[in-house]
């Protein structure tokens, strides 16, 4: 054995023999002695040599668990555990554990809570399918709570799962395991478990127990260990294993991901000293700037391979319980049992979890699951343990290192989230303290139906609640300051704390299960009072921290730290509503609530040194008001016992109790109302000061205070309890008094005083106290007229959502999503919007795409208030913007009254009496007065509108009181006292100049005609023709302002219009000239793209010798994007460019499983037939001068070389590729196309052929010369590259071997393109050549060489690829060949065809000549010479040859090596016979390669051309020897060669188009299902396809035979790849198929594992759109070299996939991913939405999600046509955020 110096003697192993003796120690009581004697030696024999995993696991079977199965069985195990088996009751749980990333379903109507979930199995035969559900995704370890009932409301059972019967239930399980087999596993179990127990807790290194110990000396056999502490990063740890143990980076990476999944590694292996040094580096490397240093041990081998048996072990032990219920009830007893010690197993498993490493911790988590929480007896005595336990285990936790979700704390959730447990299963790694966390691991795998309210019992029995808030107290204590308030540090980096408060997570999962009234007992009022006052305590240390005084000075130098107060707030929210509920519930705990808080309370009094009381008046009403400066005193925004008390002071009513009820007096520890409302006060007071400007040298600090504090997330027990307090205050103290200690604390003591208005005070805190005083009387508004509130007003919670949801629509239509994030959550995270949107509110979806808004129903607008509490300002601005827009569009006044206010509850109606006090009548007198009177300094239209508004509340709720007979409230007579005749000071400002806002005006008048109402209602003497006069005076006095302004808006147009006049009269004279010189008509220059119909009367045609005459084209002009410039563009002028981008494309490709050839074996003047990679240019159509591009493109790269180093690569183009922004549109772009003048405007009238030579002589000509310039090689290296070198033969050397008649039109064919004296500028010239040198280089990834015998054939082949793109681009989109491309497109396409054509021009003419003839040579074969080698015609593809050939054969015969401009196509004879002869040799392509289906005989009139098409095909397909059985019927083939050559002919069309500028035929500009006939005739071919083959002469048939001689054709036809031979119409590729259910493509994905990570599952994993593979996404072990780059799985995977271009879905996400190149990509988001049409990224809403075929079609145009760079681009430009992703590691 490798462990020991010298072997000892290795025991025979004969099973049976071991397995008798091991019976006989059982007998004795010595088993564990007996086992440990076997594993001494053979542990050491499996795991001591360093076997691979699955030879380890082999040898275990056979030496370690197979002998113990079969002595727990004492015989056959796989006979006797199906026995077993047999004898359990039928499975009620599905129990169906959740691996990482599995789909879970959550039920919103029926589920108990959100952790309880289903399985993707079970919710599709569930009843809950058709219910409101949300979709998540697993974080692994949970279980499916399918058929427990304690989980759910309703239908607990799927189809699978039915109840059990009850005659079962009761049964012990282990009453069926027979008596030996008990005793058998009973000894077993409990030797195993001790071993497990005594092996991972084992702290020695270097040598093992006595009794394990091995005979001998060890050998000198090392390990260091690394384990995982979660503090240290991968990059960190990867860098410091590179260091300590020599090894690779992707070594360190394999290393560093063990260490990670497992929580340990071996990462050296050797003798003590080696392993020793490799120990002290790594701590040493870690351990710098006071870090804590990686934990390291070494230890021996044999200490090692007992600790993997320990693992191997507790595996094995989840199996074996599995086997039978008895057998997992009998370990839950077993494990539970006290040992000597009085510790149970369990006890010590849940104790000993922080000294585990991350693997053991898992498996040990697992065990408890497999055994105690699947077994329905035991779950209870494990939920007390854990109990017993919680203190000790969370002490342990908040000093550990490790995630939340390997520790056994987790398991809290499976026992708190169920109203029968205490302790449950795993939870998710971290808790989230926000409304989008994942649910779907806190699944349950078991419970108990039978078992009443076990947590309950837990907090009854076990006084559950307070040993956590004790626990959690503990934790707090080192966070308190000497006031003995909770204090953060911002640049405090412990941890603990953090860790502790997940504590209140698990005080949460133990108050979702609330008693009924009736299930209270005086033992759970105590202990739950107890807790109560144990979390009092912690609220207490709330109270008050964080306060801030504020700066008069300077500004404040350092910002507070204040987001620990609020995260911790936040954590608590849910927390503190459910004390509240549970209170709410029961009389008797209400009430010691009650006064538990008051005490509290009270000692959280002001010093008695800071605050003094005093009396003020107001209106001749005094009030004794606590003197406390707002503005010069501490004040603290957290008030949490303030606000619990609110919250129970709602609940009071329900059991007949209110402020003043006898059973809530206190002897001491008592607060007054005014006591208890001045903490809130100083909180609102404070921010309307700030709003008033007053705390601006405070910072952001408290900016973000106030934010949070109204905000959404913190206002339900923050901000609304204030109200609720305040509103508690109103009830009970006298309305007079309450509104002076406002007054007092608002600081508006003087502002309330009829002679502040006198002039003489000071005026420069004028504008602070309008503000006070307009935020004071919106308080006042929030406080009487909010009443949507359960337990102030006679509301339902839905009501109080319908409300929110109103005024959020008021704002605007919303959609779904943003009305979900404005609305608050319940502790479930649900916000009750489905259940009340529909009632209030329409969806209506949009016409341009698939989501949807809500828009308000018309009826519902009568609910808006324009001073709603939860509007922030901008909401309240854009509200009533909205409202008025809307009143003004359907000529309604633009008053926004308040609306008819809800009835209070009982204990909260005395707040209406606010109203009709003393002290509030005199501040509306004092305000209308102050408006009435001419100058008034302290006077706003703010406060008129709101004292309005108040008004207008007192009179609906006199009008509800007059009708429902209340004659308590009397606030119209008061009004119209003579000492105040609010109603007569009122008429008089209508009218007035101070109101300026028509909403106020209007305002005014609606009051005033709500007063005549209730006064008519009170049957006061009121002539209804005051209401007459009011209204017609109003409308008059409207008529008459919009007189003036139309009047006043007149007179400006008048002189604005005089004004123009003049300066045009001026210009004309100044200019006059220009004006005589002006044509009468302006004169466009026609584009050379332009495609109207021909005007001859004729059919047009484009190629030979009939092709049509087109009228001599205007010159083209262009205007310079950059100097504004415009000139016409010619051949000889200064060179115009376009902004253009090349990329490499598989768009195309028909064989993507192909790998890439090495760029320089491969031969790229032949297109291949699959496309697989081609070369796509795209172009933004913006025109530049070459010089001013030049000069702009060099300022730019000038500009990012002076950017720092470190900032480069943030940019969304790259210098280093030659990228750049469209100065114009920003599209990226990284080379520019040269705009060539119109083709046929370069050739002189006398080159234009017009000759008489037929398909046949023509054809013999080339022949001639391919055969006459041929030259074999002597190189036999170039040999087996190239057959042969070509020496080109001149014109008269070929004609000699001519007919004279023949050579003569040959002659003259050729001497059309004979040099003439016409040049290129230089400019043009230069950009031609840059351009070729750039498609070169980006299209082979290669670095620019103008020398490069590839650079011609890469740019006419990006030509040939982009043409091939453009035409599949419109026939997927059902687009006209012609007239439907964008401007871009067309310009793009027309420069890209005639540099093409121009190129052969720039490069030397004998380089062109050897082109053309090389591809002449591939279908012009040398005759009885056919190579296995040489080019295959089904290898070509066809249209990449067309090109090549139509832009090389003008040079063919050229004498001189000048290029010029004579040398370009023409559309000529000789085009039309290239295209013949193209044509030719496809459609023997396709006859090759079809595979048409003989279909049964058709009536139809003889089809001559279908039977001479048949007879051509037989012939090839005999001459190929690939003779079928069944050959097509004529027709068939006719139709399908027609089909099947349509691409060829549509992109030969447009190539000749831009050649010629023949318009094309109005048939191909309008869709036509039939364009094969009209692609015919406009290229002059014939409309028979048999015409090609049959009296063309014997050439073409002679090579027709030579092309199907090729022996490399059978080899290709009868490939035994999978992969089909390339045929014809190539097939158009699409994005991957998707499933309709977004949660069937999250479960086929959860089964996914990282390849390179030994089965582990992966966290992102990615699917490729283009091919469908899956990858595993942003991770280390999947990372790979790139050319020297280290690169993610995906961008690895779009260099062989996409050719750099990828597009991605990222599943558990739910997002796009596109990427372009190794440093840019974006995000995009999923084709997948929910009901409401929207996204949901990141699954946060969880609403279920379906594919839209329209947005996954627009993702799949966005890849068909190449934009995916383009939208990186913009995303990137847009979006700064994305510029810090490393994309390159995604």
């Known amino acids: 054995m490798m462990a020991l110096k010298s072997n000892a003697p290795t025991r025979a192993f004969i099973q049976q023999v071991l397995v008798k003796e091991w019976l006989e120690s059982c007998h004795k009581g010595e088993l564990l002695a007996a086992l440990k004697e076997h594993w001494k030696c053979y542990v050491l024999v499996v795991l001591g040599h360093g076997y691979d995993p699955a030879k380890e696991d082999r040898l275990a079977e056979k030496f370690l668990f197979r002998p113990m199965e079969y002595f727990l069985c004492n015989g056959d195990p796989e006979v006797k555990f199906k026995e077993l088996k047999e004898k359990d009751c039928p499975a009620q749980l599905c129990g169906k554990v959740f691996k990482y990333g599995e789909p879970t379903y959550s039920c919103r109507d029926c589920a108990n809570d959100p952790t309880c979930v289903l399985c993707i199995d079970c919710f599709q035969k569930s009843a809950h399918k058709k219910h409101r559900y949300k979709m998540s995704t697993s974080g692994g370890g949970g279980y499916c709570d399918c058929g427990d009932s304690e989980a759910w409301k309703t239908s607990p059972f799927c189809s699978n799962h039915k109840a059990k019967q009850e005659g079962g239930a009761g049964q012990n399980p282990m009453e069926k395991l027979p008596d030996e087999l008990t005793d058998r596993a009973s000894a077993l179990l409990m030797a195993v478990l001790r071993y497990t127990m005594e092996m991972l807790t084992w702290e020695q290194c270097d040598n093992l127990p006595p009794d394990l110990q091995p005979e001998g000396e060890l050998e000198d056999s090392y390990i260091t260990m690394l384990f995982n502490d979660e503090v240290h990063t991968y990059e960190q740890v990867i860098n410091t294993l590179q260091r300590a143990v020599d090894c690779t980076q992707k070594e360190a990476v394999e290393f560093a991901t063990t260490v990670d999944r497992e929580g340990r590694s071996n990462v050296r292996s050797g003798n003590f000293s080696s392993c020793e040094k490799a120990r002290y580096v790594i701590e040493h490397n870690t351990s710098r700037h006071g870090n804590k240093p990686l934990k390291v041990q070494v230890m021996h081998t044999i200490v090692v391979a007992h600790q993997a048996f320990a693992l191997k072990v507790i595996q094995w032990l989840q199996t074996i319980i599995g086997k039978s219920d008895g057998l997992r009830h009998l370990f839950c007893v077993l494990s539970m049992q006290p040992q000597e010690d009085g510790q149970s197993i369990m006890e010590k498993l849940l104790l000993i979890d922080t000294q585990l490493w991350k693997v053991a911790r898992v498996n040990n988590h697992q065990l408890i699951m497999a055994g105690v929480l699947m077994d329905l007896e035991c779950k209870k005595q494990f939920a007390i343990l854990f109990t017993k336990c919680y203190r000790q285990m969370m002490r342990d936790f908040t000093r550990d290192d490790h995630d939340h979700d390997v520790c056994v704390a987790s398991l809290s959730v499976q026992i708190f989230t169920v109203t029968s447990l205490h302790y449950a299963t795993l939870v998710r790694d971290f808790i989230r303290d926000d409304h989008y966390r994942s649910v779907s691991i806190t699944s349950l795998s078991v419970q108990i139906f039978t078992v009443p309210t076990l947590a309950r019992m837990l907090v009854t029995d076990h006084n559950l609640l307070d040993v956590i808030m004790q626990s959690f107290l503990k934790c707090c204590e080192e966070k308190k300051n000497s006031d003995g308030k909770l204090a953060f540090d911002r640049g405090d980096r412990n941890q603990a704390f953090k860790r502790a408060c997940y504590m209140l997570y698990d005080m949460k999962y133990a108050l979702t299960c609330k008693p009924s009234e009736h299930e209270w007992t005086d033992k759970l009022r105590e202990n739950f009072l107890l807790g109560l006052r144990s979390f009092l305590s912690l609220l207490k240390?709330?109270?008050?921290?964080?306060?801030?005084?504020?700066?008069?000075?300077?500004?404040?130098?350092?910002?507070?730290?204040?987001?620990?107060?609020?995260?911790?707030?936040?954590?608590?929210?849910?927390?503190?509503?459910?004390?509240?509920?549970?209170?709410?519930?029961?009389?008797?705990?209400?009430?010691?609530?009650?006064?538990?808080?008051?005490?509290?309370?009270?000692?959280?009094?002001?010093?008695?040194?800071t605050v003094k009381r005093v009396n003020n008046s107001v209106a001749g009403f005094m009030a004794k008001c606590i003197r406390y400066d707002v503005a010069s005193q501490h004040v603290s925004i957290h008030l949490p016992l303030t606000r619990f008390m609110a919250g129970l002071c709602l609940h009071l009513e329900k059991h007949s109790l209110n402020l003043n009820s006898p059973e809530l007096a206190m002897d001491a520890h008592s607060l007054t109302p005014v006591d208890l409302i001045e903490p809130p006060l100083r909180v609102l007071v404070m921010i309307a000061q700030s709003q008033a400007n007053m705390w601006r040298r405070n910072g952001y600090g408290l900016l973000n205070q106030i934010f949070f504090y109204h905000n959404v997330k913190c206002r339900r027990e923050m901000y609304d309890k204030d109200i609720v307090m305040l509103q508690v205050g109103a009830s009970v103290i006298n309305s007079n008094e309450f509104l002076v200690h406002l007054i007092n604390k608002f600081g508006l003591l003087a502002w309330s005083k009829p002679e502040y208005d006198v002039p003489g005070s000071q005026e420069d805190m004028i504008k602070q106290t309008i503000t006070l005083a307009e935020e004071f009387l919106n308080l006042l508004i929030i406080i009487i007229g909010e009443r949507y509130v359960e337990g102030i007003g006679e509301v339902t919670s839905e009501d109080t959502v319908k409300r929110e949801i109103i005024h959020q629509l008021c704002i605007s239509p919303m959609a779904h999503s943003e009305l979900s994030k404005a609305l608050p959550e319940d502790s479930n995270h649900e916000t009750g919007i489905e259940q009340v949107i529909n009632q209030v509110s329409t969806f209506k979806k949009s016409a341009s795409s698939s989501s949807g808004r809500f828009e308000l129903k018309k009826e519902s607008f009568k609910e808006y208030n324009k001073y709603f509490y939860h509007y922030s300002r901008a909401e309240q601005s854009k509200s009533e913007e909205a409202q008025i827009e809307r009143k003004k569009h359907e000529n309604e006044g633009q008053a926004l009254p308040p609306p008819d206010p809800q009835k209070f509850k009982k204990n909260f109606k005395t707040i209406k009496n606010i109203l009709q006090c003393d002290v509030m009548l005199y501040l509306m007198h004092l305000l209308l007065s102050r408006t009435a009177a001419k100058r008034s300094r302290s006077w706003s239209e703010g406060q008129l509108d709101r004292i309005l508004h108040l008004i207008g509340l007192a009179l609906l709720e006199q009008r509800q009181a007059i009708n429902e007979g209340d004659h308590s409230f009397d606030f119209l007579s008061k009004a119209l006292s003579e000492d105040k005749n609010l109603m007569g000071i009122m008429e008089g400002l209508v009218g007035n100049a101070n109101l300026t806002h028509e909403s106020t005006k209007d305002l005014l008048t609606w009051t005033l005609k709500l007063f005549l109402e209730v006064r008519k209602l009170?049957?006061?003497?009121?002539?209804?023709?005051?209401?007459?006069?009011?209204?017609?005076?109003?409308?008059?006095?409207?008529?008459?302002?919009?007189?003036?302004?139309?009047?006043?808006?007149?007179?400006?147009?008048?002189?604005?219009?005089?004004?123009?006049?003049?300066?045009?009269k001026n210009f004309i004279k100044e200019n006059a000239e220009l004006f005589q010189s002006a044509d009468p008509e302006l004169t466009r220059s026609s584009s050379d793209m332009d495609i109207s119909d021909f005007h001859n009367g004729g059919f047009p045609v484009a190629l030979g010798r009939k092709r049509s005459r087109v009228a001599s084209p205007a010159h083209c002009k262009g205007m310079c994007i950059l100097c504004q410039e415009e000139q016409e563009i010619l051949h000889s002028g200064r060179a115009m460019v376009l902004a253009a981008f090349v990329q490499r494309s598989t768009v195309l490709s028909q064989s993507r499983r192909k790998s890439l050839s090495k760029e320089d074996d491969y031969d790229y003047l032949f297109s291949p037939s699959d496309l697989n990679t081609g070369t796509y240019t795209s172009s933004c159509g913006h025109v530049m001068h070459f010089d001013c591009w030049q000069r702009f493109f060099d300022a730019v790269v000038m500009r990012e070389r002076r950017r720092p180093i470190r900032f480069r690569s943030n940019l969304s183009y790259s210098i280093d590729h030659n990228e750049f922004l469209c100065p114009l549109c920003e599209s990226i772009s990284n080379t520019v196309i040269p705009v060539v003048p119109s083709l046929p405007s370069?050739?002189?009238?006398?080159?234009?052929?017009?000759?008489?030579?037929?398909?046949?002589?023509?054809?013999?000509?080339?022949?001639?010369?391919?055969?006459?310039?041929?030259?074999?090689?002597?190189?036999?290296?170039?040999?087996?590259?190239?057959?042969?070198?070509?020496?080109?033969?001149?014109?008269?050397?070929?004609?000699?071997?001519?007919?004279?008649?023949?050579?003569?039109?040959?002659?003259?064919?050729?001497?059309?393109?004979?040099?003439?004296?016409?040049?290129?500028?230089?400019?043009?010239?230069?950009?031609?050549?840059?351009?070729?040198?750039?498609?070169?280089?980006?299209?082979?990834?290669?670095?620019?060489?103008?020398?490069?015998?590839?650079?011609?054939?890469?740019?006419?082949?990006?030509?040939?690829?982009?043409?091939?793109?453009?035409?599949?681009?419109?026939?997927?989109?059902?687009?006209?060949?012609?007239?439907?491309?964008?401007?871009?497109?067309?310009?793009?396409?027309?420069?890209?065809?005639?540099?093409?054509?121009?190129?052969?021009?720039?490069?030397?003419?004998n380089l062109v000549k050897q082109h053309c003839l090389r591809l002449l040579s591939a279908l012009m074969p040398e005759t009885h010479r056919t190579r296995r080698d040489t080019q295959s015609i089904l290898d070509i593809d066809m249209f990449g040859y067309l090109l090549t050939l139509t832009v090389s054969l003008p040079s063919l015969y050229v004498e001189s090596q000048t290029p010029s401009v004579g040398t370009i196509p023409t559309g000529g004879l000789g085009d039309h016979h290239s295209l013949q002869f193209v044509l030719t040799a496809h459609i023997v392509q396709i006859m090759l390669t079809c595979d048409i289906p003989s279909q049964g005989m058709m009536e139809l009139e003889a089809d001559n051309e279908g039977e001479a098409l048949l007879k051509i095909y037989t012939h090839i397909r005999k001459e190929a020897k690939m003779e079928g059985e069944n050959p097509p019927q004529p027709w068939q083939l006719s139709q399908y060669l027609r089909k099947a050559c349509l691409p060829f002919l549509r992109c030969a069309a447009l190539l000749y188009h831009q050649i010629t500028e023949v318009p094309p035929p109005s048939n191909l500009q309008e869709l036509n299902?039939?364009?094969?006939?009209?692609?015919?005739?406009?290229?002059?071919?014939?409309?028979?396809?048999?015409?090609?083959?049959?009296?063309?002469?014997?050439?073409?048939?002679?090579?027709?035979?030579?092309?199907?001689?090729?022996?490399?054709?059978?080899?290709?036809?009868?490939?035994?790849?999978?992969?089909?031979?390339?045929?014809?119409?190539?097939?158009?590729?699409?994005?991957?198929?998707?499933?309709?259910?977004?949660?069937?493509?999250?479960?086929?994905?959860?089964?996914?594992?990282?390849?390179?990570?030994?089965?582990?599952?992966?966290?992102?994993?990615?699917?490729?759109?283009?091919?469908?593979?899956?990858?595993?996404?942003?991770?280390?072990?999947?990372?790979?070299?790139?050319?020297?780059?280290?690169?993610?799985?995906?961008?690895?995977?779009?260099?062989?996939c996409g050719a750099g271009i990828g597009i991605f879905l990222r599943v558990r996400e739910c997002q796009i991913l596109l990427l372009a190149g190794k440093s840019k990509g974006c995000f995009v988001p999923p084709p997948y939405l929910d009901v409401y049409g929207e996204t949901d990224q990141g699954l946060r809403r969880g609403n279920p999600l379906t594919l839209c075929q329209t947005s996954y079609k627009a993702l799949e145009k966005l890849w068909f046509t190449h934009s995916i760079p383009q939208t990186i681009a913009h995303n990137l430009e847009s979006h700064s955020n994305l510029l810090t992703i490393d994309w390159q590691h995604l």
């Open 541 to 609: 240390m709330m109270q008050g921290m964080d306060a801030v005084i504020r700066q008069t000075g300077t500004h404040l130098e350092y910002e507070p730290e204040w987001e620990g107060a609020f995260n911790l707030q936040l954590k608590q929210d849910d927390i503190i509503a459910e004390f509240i509920n549970w209170c709410g519930q029961d009389k008797l705990t209400l009430i010691g609530a009650y006064k538990i808080t008051m005490e509290i309370l009270s000692q959280c009094k002001d010093k008695p040194a």
């Open 1018 to 1064: 009170k049957n006061d003497p009121v002539s209804m023709d005051t209401l007459d006069q009011l209204s017609s005076s109003t409308n008059r006095n409207n008529d008459e302002t919009k007189k003036q302004k139309a009047k006043m808006a007149a007179k400006r147009r008048a002189k604005i219009m005089a004004q123009m006049s003049t300066m045009q």
């Open 1242 to 1405: 370069l050739i002189p009238e006398s080159n234009k052929d017009d000759v008489s030579l037929t398909f046949n002589d023509w054809l013999d000509g080339l022949h001639k010369s391919v055969q006459n310039s041929r030259k074999e090689l002597e190189d036999k290296e170039a040999k087996d590259k190239v057959a042969y070198e070509f020496d080109p033969s001149p014109l008269n050397a070929i004609t000699k071997m001519m007919a004279e008649s023949v050579a003569n039109n040959f002659k003259l064919l050729w001497q059309s393109f004979q040099n003439d004296s016409t040049f290129f500028a230089q400019s043009l010239t230069d950009m031609v050549k840059k351009f070729g040198r750039d498609v070169y280089s980006f299209g082979l990834n290669a670095e620019p060489d103008d020398g490069n015998v590839r650079v011609p054939f890469m740019a006419w082949s990006t030509c040939a690829f982009t043409i091939q793109s453009v035409e599949q681009q419109l026939k997927v989109e059902e687009k006209p060949l012609f007239g439907a491309l964008s401007t871009r497109q067309s310009d793009c396409l027309s420069a890209l065809i005639k540099f093409a054509c121009v190129f052969s021009q720039v490069i030397p003419q």
């Open 1569 to 1696: 299902d039939d364009e094969f006939e009209p692609l015919c005739r406009y290229l002059a071919l014939p409309l028979h396809l048999s015409a090609l083959f049959e009296n063309q002469g014997d050439i073409i048939n002679s090579l027709v035979k030579e092309w199907c001689h090729n022996d490399n054709i059978g080899s290709q036809i009868m490939t035994a790849s999978s992969e089909k031979i390339i045929s014809y119409p190539r097939k158009v590729n699409r994005l991957v198929t998707l499933p309709e259910d977004y949660s069937e493509l999250i479960n086929e994905v959860s089964s996914f594992t990282c390849p390179k990570s030994d089965g582990d599952e992966s966290r992102a994993p990615t699917m490729c759109l283009v091919c469908g593979k899956m990858l595993c996404s942003q991770s280390y072990c999947c990372q790979a070299d790139v050319d020297g780059t280290t690169c993610g799985a995906a961008t690895e995977h779009t260099i062989s």
